[in-house]
Structure formats: structure tokens, C-alpha cells
């Protein structure tokens, strides 16, 4: 580790918000996005994750090693794309500056004659943009007069990601610390696995099987991350904690906003700020799903969601073909992340998406000249059918349909639909000592429901109709068991956690319309008293910083982030704390590098934390999660190395995988001391090396020890 740890991390942070910004604003500029400069802007961290996830797959079969080179080329090249475009730009304005001079010069002469004429296309023009319908009818980005307030927007932006980056980071004693649950071993190794092979393909990849190249698994965020530590020379952990701030501070709030964008027309500078703090208002989400699993891949595609859910509604919505296939293309592009990040986000999106398809049926057939009524019911009969249709697709493919049909363990934690809608509406379901913040919760759900009735009033009652589906799923989820359980919420694996996160992806849009329909309120108040200006020359950026000092410091949010420094804390009590190592193991895990050669794998039970050592020294071990290996080589050392003189098998065995070195870790065992027998069942031919004289001490640091063997040798 550095001597300067947080001076790394910082610059990390800076390095990796650039970098992911010219990679997802580079497609969107050169496709003609300099119209919607900030939609643009918004979109761009969720465009960088698609194409990272998109190239891997693709430097696969173009046989393109996946390094720190291609990378930095591949950067390169898009930051010479934008900066070409930004030249032809700028000349072909000066062009038409020129042509506009000539054409003023020569018309000048004849302007007296045709005045009349010139006064009465203009009154025309007038007219009808007077008469034009509401934005909301002709499309969400067809109007400019809500165009974003560059100053106000731009220093949201960086407020938010900065503070949430202080959030976040308070809780780490130091920057390379890790999640120490049960999903973190397996993401941190297969970040590392995808830089040691150099190929970061979701279509090749299995590191528990014995084909390791072979199996799929949606891995964008381990693209993103991988990408990260090789470009700034990053442990792993370090760059885990680096991309977790970018998705949860920047991919995350950008993706709302840009959601934000298309349902607020020309209130979009306001709308567009609160929805940046009204990002970290709930629990739920991002906070929740930070320390719960941890469920790195589903933060990510939560965090895309928005994003993907703005181009939908934007294709639903827009009458110009330009506007239309451009919005497709990007509807394809983010597609692609998503189902990378996490594939079980794409059913929540298509389901939040229900809405929109009835308004683009709707509108198609009112445009054919269909009275509003019968186009409501037809649209209404269509989106039925198609949910019904993909519902009986759904039971026709093998993978879905066993995940909505094998029994899953979950419990609902009410016995009644009632109880579960009820709590779901006042915001308490994840939250820790509920009680102690009632009044923050309901004062949230106040300002969601109010968030209802401005979206009703401006005729965006889709939106609406997206943010009750979402709670409604969640009610029911929270309260029913059985075979239905597994069929309606299968996708999700049918875990509590995983859906009730999905809440705020609709419900940030409902309570940043609160928010503006209290500020519109308490504006008119102020004027009617007789103040023309506000205290400040931006107010809503003032209301802005305010509400995320509010959110962010809340009691709730404290709650769940106290209960983050734990995960990531490496305390003494294990039997508290449930880590996976002790500070002692952890300093020897960091030591790795310097002591196992490259080339050789490390051994050790992975439910003592000795699966780490992967992404701590960047070295192979042999069982990378804390999962049962499917890999029958590696299951047989683990039962048999210890009879490595007396089983002519062991040896062949250790030299094919250069498995010399043992870690030794017999102290935290994850989830505490439960089951802590079964799980060294898996693993008895670990034990007892140095006393049958199978192997010596290379390190150790406390109990904590370092074992090569001294038999098997090549």
C-alpha cells in the first residue's frame, strides 16, 4: 500500500470519472448529441459500462488481449473522436456564420420591397409556436425552453459525487479494505481472474469449474473494475472501492437525472437538481444493497436502470424519426449493460416499461385517428397481451424456467398483504431501528405521494403508474409464500433485499416531483408577500444542498452505513463482526506478492478468508470462493493433500497446478462460529501439514501462517 493511501484513492477516483467519461460520452457526441448537451452528459457514465462490457466480449474473438495497452488505446482513440468533432464543429459553424453574412449582404438591398412579406411570416411563425401542443404531446426532447442551467447542474453534479464519496469512504479505516461477506470473494476474484487471463468475455467465464474459460456469467462490473485497476496500476480491493463510489456516486444520480431530463421538459434545471439529492433519500437503495451481499453486479444494473428506462420513455413519446432511432440505438446500447451488469435487472426495466408501451400504442392509434377512449382500451388490451405473452415465453426457456419454479428459501417478513403494502408505502421495510426514524419515512412517502400529483397535473401519469407496479411488487412479495412466490419474483432469486432496492429507481422520480411542487409552492408564497427575488440568485440549488445534507445525514441512512463500516472493519470479535480475517491475516494476505513466485497457486480453506489472497497479491489459488468447487482435482487435494506420502495421486496433482503454498488462517471464519465444523469437512487435507512434516513456515503474523510445502516439488 501506498504511503499516501487516500491521496491514491482520490486520484484514482478523478482518473476513473474521466476516463469512464470519455468512453461513454465519446458514442453519444459523435452520434449528434451536442443538441442535448447534459442529456448527453447523464447518459454518459451508463454508455461507458455498455461499451467496456460490449468490447470485452468482443475483444475475446478479435483475440485482443484485455491489458492496461488496449485499454489506454481504446480511450485514446474515443478522446481523438471527441476532439475531432469538437474541430468540425466549430468550422462549420464559422461556415455558416460566413453564409449567413453573404446572405444578410445580399438580401439587405431588397428588404425595403419584401418587408411586408417578412413581417408576415414572422407573425405566422409566432403564431404557431403559441398554438404548438404541450411538450409532453410532440415529445420529451423536442423542447429547449426547459434547457438545463450549466452552473447550477454542473456543481450539483460535482456536490453530489463528492459527498457521497465522504460517505462512503469515512467508513473505511483504510482505502484497500474489502466487503468481508460471502458474495465479495467471488467478484473480487473474478475481477482479478479476468486481468491474470488478460480476456474479460461474460461468455467465458466458470472460475469454479474446470473449464474455467467456459460457462456464462453477466460480468460488466468486474469489466469496470478490472479495466480500473490495470489502467491505474490498482489492487483489485482498492479498485473495487474506487468503481463502487463512481456506480453509486456518479453512474447512479447521472442515470436519474437523465431520466429527470425527459419527464421535465421545461422543468428541467429544477427537476434535475432535486432528483440528484433525492438519489440518496431512501435506504433502500444505494445504501442497502452496499453492504448486503455484497451484490456488486445488481448495484450496478440498478444503478443503469434509469438511464435505459429514459430512452424507452423517450422513444414512446417523440414524433421525430431522428429522435426515434437514435433513442432505439441507445435503447440497444444500454440493453447490453444491463443485461451484463445483472440479466434479472432487464425483467424489472421491461416491467417499469409496461407504462410507456401503452402511451407509444396509445399515441399511435390516436395519430391514425382513433377517438382517445377506444385508443385507451386497445392500448390497455395490447400491453395485457404482451405481458401475457412474455409471461408463457418466459416457461418456455429452460434457465427461466426453473428460476420460476424451484423452491427458494425465503421467508416473507409479514403475514399479511396489508401489513407488507402498508409498511412498503411508509418507506420502513429496510430499514434498521425503523421506529427511531418513522418521521423522516413518512415524511419522504408525503413527499412521493405529493411527487404523484405533480406528474398527474403535467401529464406524466406513467411515470406514476411505474412507481405504484414497483410497490406493489414489492407488497406482495414481502407477503406471500408457496409456489406463487417463486413463479411472479423467481427472477430475482425471491430474496426481500433484491426487490426492495428496485423501489427507488421509480420512486427518486416521484419524490424529486415532491420536491418541486413544495418548492413551487413556498415560491409563489414568497412573491405574494411582496420578495421578487429569493435570498439567493439560485434557490433550487440552495433547497438542493439543504435537502442532501438532510437525506445523507438522516438517521437511517447512518444506521445502514454504521452497519457498512462493520462489513468492511477488521475488528477482533469476530463472533460481532462475522469477518472473514483477522487484522493479522490481513497484513500476511498483503505480503503474498513479495513471497509466492507468479507462477505458483496457493491452497487454503476460502471460508477462513484464504480465497483473498488472489486479489490481494495477484496470485492463482485453487479455490476462489467460498462455494463448493466443481473442479475435481481441486476437491481431491482438498480431502487428500495431507496423505501426499502415502497417495500417489497428491503429487501429480500439486505439480499440475503449482499448488506449493498453503495459507494457514484458523481464526475469523465467516457468519461467526456457525457450522464452522461442516465447513472444514470440505477441506480436512489442509490440516496438520508442518507436524506430518509436509510443509515449513515461509511467514507468519500472530496465528496466521504461510506454508510451502516441502514434498511434491517439480
Not at 75 to 100: P, S, T, W
Request: charged residues 15%; glycine residues 6%; positive net charge.
Amino acid at each position: 500500500m501506498s504511503a499516501f493511501p487516500w491521496l491514491v484513492l482520490t486520484l484514482a477516483c478523478l482518473g476513473t470519472f474521466l476516463y469512464l467519461f470519455i468512453i461513454g460520452f465519446a458514442p453519444i457526441f459523435l452520434l449528434g448529441g451536442k443538441k442535448h448537451v447534459f442529456f448527453s452528459v447523464f447518459l454518459s457514465p451508463a454508455v461507458a459500462v455498455s461499451v467496456l462490457a460490449a468490447w470485452a466480449i468482443a475483444s475475446h474473438y478479435l483475440k485482443i488481449p484485455w491489458n492496461r495497452e488496449n485499454l489506454l488505446a481504446l480511450g485514446a482513440v474515443f478522446a481523438v473522436a471527441i476532439i475531432a468533432r469538437l474541430i468540425f464543429e466549430v468550422v462549420n459553424e464559422k461556415r455558416h456564420k460566413q453564409n449567413r453574412h453573404k446572405v444578410s449582404q445580399h438580401t439587405f438591398a431588397d428588404s425595403s420591397t419584401d418587408s411586408k412579406k417578412v413581417r408576415g411570416s414572422s407573425d405566422i411563425a409566432i403564431e404557431g409556436k403559441a398554438k404548438s401542443k404541450s411538450v409532453w404531446n410532440t415529445g420529451p426532447l423536442e423542447n429547449n425552453n426547459g434547457e438545463i442551467n450549466a452552473k447550477v447542474t454542473a456543481l450539483l453534479l460535482a456536490i453530489v459525487g463528492i459527498g457521497f464519496g465522504l460517505l462512503y469512504f469515512s467508513q473505511f479505516e483504510r482505502p484497500d479494505l474489502f466487503s468481508q461477506t460471502y458474495d465479495a470473494v467471488f467478484h473480487l476474484n473474478q475481477t482479478q481472474w479476468f486481468i491474470s487471463r488478460q480476456d474479460g468475455s461474460s461468455f467465458h467465464t466458470n472460475i469454479l469449474g474446470t473449464n474455467q474459460m467456459k460457462g456464462f456469467y453477466p460480468s460488466a462490473w468486474h469489466d469496470v473494475t478490472s479495466a480500473i485497476a490495470m489502467l491505474f496500476g490498482l489492487k483489485v480491493p482498492l479498485a473495487t472501492n474506487v468503481v463502487s463510489w463512481w456506480v453509486m456516486g456518479i453512474v447512479w444520480p447521472f442515470s436519474n437525472a437523465a431520466f429527470a431530463y425527459v419527464i421535465g421538459s421545461d422543468k428541467r434545471t429544477k427537476l434535475v437538481s432535486f432528483v440528484l439529492v433525492a438519489s440518496y433519500a431512501f435506504v433502500a437503495f444505494p445504501y442497502l444493497i452496499a453492504y448486503w451481499g455484497v451484490l456488486y453486479p445488481t448495484v450496478l444494473s440498478y444503478s443503469l436502470a434509469p438511464a435505459l428506462l429514459a430512452l424507452i420513455y423517450t422513444f414512446a413519446q417523440t414524433r421525430r424519426i431522428r429522435t426515434a432511432l437514435l433513442a432505439l440505438g441507445g435503447i440497444l446500447l444500454l440493453f447490453v449493460g444491463v443485461a451484463l451488469a445483472q440479466t434479472a435487472t432487464v425483467f424489472l426495466v421491461a416491467v417499469l416499461s409496461l407504462p410507456a408501451f401503452y402511451m407509444f400504442i396509445r399515441h399511435i392509434l390516436c395519430d391514425i385517428k382513433f377517438p382517445r377512449w377506444l385508443a385507451a382500451i386497445f392500448a390497455f388490451g395490447l400491453t395485457v397481451a404482451l405481458v401475457l405473452g412474455l409471461d408463457n415465453l418466459s416457461m418456455r426457456i429452460p434457465t427461466i424456467k426453473h428460476l420460476r419454479t424451484a423452491f427458494v428459501g425465503w421467508d416473507p417478513p409479514y403475514e399479511s398483504f396489508g401489513d407488507s403494502l402498508w409498511y412498503t408505502l411508509m418507506g420502513v421495510v429496510p430499514m434498521l431501528m425503523w421506529t427511531q426514524a418513522l418521521i423522516y419515512s413518512i415524511s419522504v412517502q408525503i413527499l412521493c405521494l405529493l411527487g404523484c400529483v405533480w406528474l398527474v397535473k403535467h401529464r406524466r401519469g406513467t411515470i406514476v403508474v411505474a412507481y405504484f407496479t414497483v410497490i406493489m411488487m414489492a407488497a406482495t412479495l414481502f407477503s406471500i409464500t408457496g409456489p406463487w412466490r417463486e413463479y411472479l419474483f423467481g427472477f430475482w432469486y425471491t430474496d426481500n433485499n433484491r426487490l426492495v432496492s428496485a423501489i427507488p429507481i421509480a420512486a427518486v422520480q416521484t419524490l424529486s416531483a415532491g420536491m418541486l411542487l413544495v418548492y413551487e409552492w413556498f415560491s409563489k408564497q414568497i412573491k405574494i408577500v411582496g420578495k421578487s427575488k429569493l435570498l439567493f440568485k439560485y434557490p433550487e440549488l440552495t433547497v438542493s444542498i439543504v435537502a442532501l445534507g438532510l437525506y445523507m445525514g438522516s438517521a437511517p441512512v447512518t444506521a445502514v452505513m454504521h452497519q457498512l463500516s462493520m462489513i468492511y472493519d477488521l475488528d477482533e470479535d469476530p463472533i460481532v463482526s462475522e469477518e472473514l480475517v483477522s487484522k493479522d491475516e490481513f497484513e500476511l494476505l498483503n505480503r503474498l506478492e513479495r513471497e509466492v513466485p507468479k507462477q505458483d497457486t496457493i491452497l487454503g480453506n476460502p471460508w477462513y478468508g484464504t480465497a483473498l489472497a488472489q486479489p490481494y497479491s495477484g496470485r492463482k489459488v485453487l479455490f476462489p470462493h467460498l462455494a463448493d468447487s466443481n473442479n475435481p482435482d481441486a476437491i481431491y487435494l482438498a480431502r487428500n493433500l495431507n496423505r501426499a506420502k502415502v497417495d500417489p495421486k497428491v503429487c501429480p496433482l500439486v505439480r499440475k497446478y503449482q499448488a506449493y503454498y498453503v495459507l494457514d488462517f484458523s481464526g475469523n471464519v465467516l457468519w461467526g462460529g456457525r457450522d464452522k465444523e461442516h465447513r472444514q469437512m470440505n477441506y480436512p487435507g489442509l490440516n496438520n501439514l508442518v507436524p506430518l512434516d509436509l510443509a515449513t513456515v515461509v511467514d507468519q503474523e500472530g496465528e496466521a501462517r504461510l506454508l510451502k510445502l516441502t514434498v511434491c516439488q517439480p
